[in-house]
């Protein structure tokens, strides 16, 4: 069980850094309308992965990782080209 605990909060902190990722691509507002609802749109499934990933671990009496701090390369949020790359 330990196990299925390790791996679970190691995909909850891959669902982390999505949800961040696509959290600020849509704060950024650096896209069209129809792209800027493509990425709110993967958003809210990676935020949806997050929760679930939580909720199992928790309901199996594990602990959920932390959300860590997430760094990126310059310019990641000033335009889409730079985003989509």
């Known amino acids: 069980m330990a196990d299925d605990l390790q791996i679970l909060n ?6 982390y ?12 507002n650096v896209f069209s309308n129809r792209e800027h ?15 679930g990933l939580t909720k199992t671990i928790q309901k199996l009496g594990g602990m959920p990782a932390k959300k860590p701090t997430f ?15």
């Open 10 to 15: 190691y995909a909850l902190t891959l669902e």
């Open 17 to 28: 850094l999505e949800a961040d990722f696509y959290t600020r691509g849509v704060a950024a």
């Open 37 to 51: 609802d493509l990425i709110k749109t993967i958003r809210d499934h990676e935020t949806d992965h997050v929760d």
């Open 71 to 85: 760094t990126y390369p310059a310019g990641t949020f000033t335009d889409s080209a730079t985003f989509l790359k």
